[in-house]
């Protein structure tokens, strides 16, 4: 059994663009399997993974980014709608990272 862990801006985002079923889902889904969704290139370890929302459409799809510390714990980071953008900028790539930090020097 994993340990899941929100961070504030996800669950913020979450709650505006999945209803608690569709979340609940897609985090069951993702943390199954954390290694199933690619590494962010120059993304220190965090993954992307991509989510359909039921009824949306091909567009209506949701990203999230979230970073699995091995073999216990994943991280939701951050969530956001396709249709607002594809990937991280490398200044949001460089925020985040600094958030997980603390998380990496901890001993899992």
Not at 36 to 45: A, F, K, Q, T, V
Not at 76 to 90: G, Q, R, T
């Amino acid at each position: 059994m994993r340990h899941l862990f929100l961070f504030p801006r996800y669950q913020r985002d979450a709650a505006k663009l999945l209803d608690a079923k569709e979340q609940d889902e897609m985090e069951r889904h993702i943390a199954d399997d954390p290694e199933r969704h690619p590494l962010i290139p120059g993304g220190s370890g965090m993954r992307k993974a991509r989510w359909a929302r039921t009824g949306r459409g091909k567009r209506g799809g949701v990203r999230v980014i979230y970073y699995f510390a091995a073999p216990d714990a994943v991280y939701f980071i951050a969530v956001y709608a396709k249709n607002e953008k594809e990937n991280l900028s490398d200044a949001e790539k460089k925020a985040l990272a600094k958030i997980l930090r603390p998380i990496k020097q901890q001993k899992h």
